[in-house]
Structures are given as C-alpha cells and as structure tokens.
C-alpha cells in the first residue's frame, strides 16, 4: 500500500496489525489482512525515525523533532512525550529485563527512561558521531551501533561501557541479538556481521547486498535483511550464505517486521509497505523405489 511519505520503520501489533513510521510525520496503523490503514496519528512535527510495540494498543514512536511519544492506536490518543534529546531519536528498544525504554539519537548520545511517569534514568555517552540504533540485551546490557563505525556494549544500570568492536568499515544501521551469546550488525559497507559477545570476535560475514543494510529481522530461522540496494536477502544463519533474494521495491527498504512466523512486512523510501507470505522451499521428494 502507498501512503504518503517515505516509511523509515514498522513493527507488527499482535497477529494481525502493523504501525509505521514515515517521512510524512506520521504513524499509521494498517491491517495486516486488508492491508487497509486503520489509524493516522499526526503528532509529531518532523519525521517519524522509529516505531515500536509496547503491546497489542500502544506504539511507542521516535521523531526527528526530538521527542519520543506513546500513543494508544485503539482510543486515538498521545499517551505520554519524552523530551530531553536534543537532536533526532533514531531508535528505540524495550528491556525485557527492566521494562525500560531505550533510544539512540543523532545528539551521540543513549539515554534509558522509565516509561512510567516518562522518567529520565539516565544519558550514556562515548560515541564519536551519531547513534543511529540501539538494542538491549536480554541480560541487561545496551548495544549501540554508531556513524563513528563502532559498536559499544553498556551496562544499562550504571551507564558504563563494557566493551567496544570494530570490525565495519563504514556506519553500523541495525543490529539484532541472537541465542547463544550471538549478535547481529549491519551497515553501510554493504555486509552483516555476526559476533561472539563472550570471545569478542567476528565468527562469520555474510556478503551479496548491493547497498548499505539498513534493517534486519528473524523468519523461521533465516537472517532476512532489508538493503538501499531495494532488496529482501534471506540467510542461513549458520553458513552465512543467501538462498534467497526479492526484489522487494523501487527504492530502499528501511523497515522490517514479522508475524505469525509466516509473514514479513518490509517498508520502503519508495513510499509503500508490502505484505509477503513466506514458505518455506521443502527438499524434493524422490521417485518411490529410490533411496
């Protein structure tokens, strides 16, 4: 479907519902059946970066005018506003570990709120250029991918900084935790890289985008990546290899989601957000007699 500005973030709500973020300073709310826009909310007064689910009726957005707003979809009404970056929010995470919201701006810095009462607990700095994505760990540490190239890991209750990696050679836009100690990164050198948070190394590198990666996301058990190049890669997380490739859109794909482990939402600058039914390719079946 086409809305009215470039989509630059969307995350599904349940089974059935998708918010997106755009250029436009919109939220929208669609149908994941119909593909039909359900809501608009027009509070922002720049460009929507970053959505989020908070639950199945409230969205958490991000806004290049600098604040950070939750809305209630179902009664059509701003909950809350965070104020207190002092350049674009970029991203946002939620802790499943304290409940707290997290957000990376272009102002360099990472601040941790309490969604409660929209409480600032703290601001972290130490990146030399701007925090275009943030994640917190299931452990309760904070990742941050930065325009300086790096990634830095944090602890989310004292602000201190555990480790940094470098390993890309241009800006780091996305970033995705796996099990087993494992994280994600994607950037603008075209490629994703996997590490080892307890070795701290590089263990794999998938290479085949055309363009900076700019989102990324689980299906089924596949890496799938968003790229400027307009297409959707599926990976084998363990090879490192593509085996598949869509050409998704006419211009680059920004936002990535999933739902009921069968359907991927990708959201493009081409100024529309498709719905995909994913299946798997099954092995074929051997004439009867052959082993």
Known sequence: RRVHGAIWSVTTLGQD??????????VKVWSLTG????KTFTGHTDQVRAVLALDQKRIISASSDSTIKIWDWERDKVLQTFNGHRG????????ALTGNLVSGSEDKTIR???????????????????VRVVLALKNGQIVSG???????????????????????????WCLLELGNNDLLSGGADYVVKRWDLEAKTCTCTFEGHAGPIWCMTILDGLLVTGSEDNTVKLWDLDTGESVRTLLAHSNAIWGLST???????????????????FVRPQPPKLPIGNK
């Open 17 to 26: 519902k998708v918010a997106s973020g755009s250029e436009d300073n919109t």
């Open 35 to 38: 593909g039909n826009v359900l």
């Open 88 to 95: 674009a929010v970029r991203s946002l995470s939620l802790s």
């Open 112 to 130: 941790v709120w309490k969604i409660d009462g929209s409480q600032l607990l703290r601001t972290i700095e130490g990146h030399e250029d701007y």
């Open 146 to 172: 930065s325009r300086d190239f790096s990634i830095k890991i944090w602890d989310e209750g004292t602000g201190e900084l555990k480790t940094t990696f470098r390993g890309h050679n241009m800006p780091i």
């Open 259 to 277: 739902a009921r482990d069968e359907i991927l939402v990708t959201g493009s600058w081409d100024k529309t957000l498709k719905i995909w039914t």
